[in-house]
């Protein structure tokens, strides 16, 4: 749907419109792409950031922030109101950020661990009572009729299943591995990758970014390696992907992004070394190396191929 919506124009304009909290300033027709007022961020003054994520899931996340001065961090994602946050255990406000609105915790300078939780409403919580109390008219319903005991067996499992899913135990975490890679205004801070693959199928490499400062545009490669270190798969795209171009990249943002690497169907079985690294548009064969480092690729990982 963004393509199809990017391919006419209309980002944010149709089925993306509805969902855009109020605090979004930005066209329509904008979202995905350069701001329409011709701003860039790369007029902004830089902050010296590094943001580790130490687990992500759906509608959650943690990172151990570490900042030389007060700063902001900044979240890839709209600031809706039922973003819970936390700085070291304490509740703190989020605010909306630029003309995007994007999710955005003011920290001091120090070492913070920062967790984001998609919490209720007060129209979500009551919501949720209004099913409470239709389930419990059901269940009275069912137990009027004195028969039938199944379904009434029945409807006690759906409502337990219900509070089951409601209570989050069963949602899954992604704990990326560190990284650390200093690019200077950005930083490759995690990767989390497949461990497994099929071949002929594809392997999905997602690369967690934070932007320090003022930033030209990148080009972010993923290669799989054989044991000869000849490249054998590879996946070139630019660092903010489709929809998110540099000129909206805020100091202080933290940037997930995805690489999705086709494994040629002969390739023999085996594991395979995944390498990451970032180069200027046109200058694939002079890619930059992070700071105080030699080799511009940075270990991303273990890949194992299976038939």
């Known amino acids: 749907m963004w393509a199809f919506d990017a391919q006419h124009g209309q980002v944010g304009a149709s089925w993306t419109g509805e969902f855009l909290p109020n605090t979004v300033a930005e066209q329509r027709w904008a979202i995905g792409r350069a701001p329409s007022d011709g701003s860039s961020a790369a007029s902004l003054a830089p902050v010296a950031l590094a943001a580790e994520p130490e687990a992500i899931g759906y509608l959650d996340a943690t990172y151990q922030v570490m900042l030389a001065q007060p700063g902001i961090l900044i979240l890839h994602r709209f600031d809706y109101p039922a973003w819970e946050v936390t700085v070291d255990g304490a509740g703190v406000p989020s605010r909306p950020v630029g003309s995007l609105g994007q999710l955005g915790v003011d920290l001091p300078a120090g070492a913070h661990r920062v967790t984001i939780t998609w919490g209720a409403t007060p129209a979500v919580w009551f919501g949720r009572l209004l099913t409470v109390v239709g389930w419990g008219v059901v269940l009275w319903l069912l137990l009027q009729t004195?028969?039938?005991?199944?379904?009434?067996?029945?409807?006690?499992?759906?409502?337990?299943?219900?509070?089951?899913?409601?209570?989050?135990?069963?949602?899954?975490?992604?704990?990326?591995?560190?990284?650390?890679?200093?690019?200077?205004?950005?930083?490759?801070?995690?990767?989390?990758?497949?461990?497994?693959?099929?071949?002929?199928?594809?392997?999905?490499?997602?690369?967690?970014?934070?932007?320090?400062?003022?930033?030209?545009?990148?080009?972010?490669?993923?290669?799989?390696?054989?044991?000869?270190?000849?490249?054998?798969?590879?996946?070139?795209?630019?660092?903010?992907?489709?929809?998110?171009?540099?000129?909206?990249?805020?100091?202080?943002?933290?940037?997930?992004?995805?690489?999705?690497?086709?494994?040629?169907?002969?390739?023999?079985?085996?594991?395979?070394?995944?390498?990451?690294?970032?180069?200027?548009?046109?200058?694939?064969?002079?890619?930059?190396?992070?700071?105080?480092?030699?080799d511009p690729r940075v270990d991303a990982g273990v890949l194992e191929v299976q038939r």
């Open 146 to 294: 004195r028969r039938r005991r199944w379904a009434v067996v029945t409807w006690c499992v759906v409502g337990a299943l219900f509070l089951l899913g409601a209570s989050g135990v069963l949602a899954e975490h992604a704990r990326p591995t560190p990284i650390g890679a200093d690019f200077g205004p950005v930083r490759l801070e995690a990767v989390r990758a497949e461990q497994v693959v099929h071949a002929s199928q594809t392997a999905a490499v997602n690369l967690t970014w934070s932007i320090s400062g003022p930033v030209e545009p990148l080009t972010v490669f993923v290669h799989v390696l054989g044991s000869d270190g000849a490249v054998v798969a590879q996946q070139d795209a630019p660092l903010g992907g489709e929809y998110a171009p540099v000129e909206r990249w805020l100091p202080g943002l933290v940037l997930e992004t995805a690489q999705r690497i086709p494994i040629p169907a002969d390739l023999p079985t085996g594991k395979y070394a995944l390498k990451a690294g970032v180069y200027r548009p046109g200058a694939a064969d002079a890619p930059l190396a992070p700071v105080g480092a030699a």
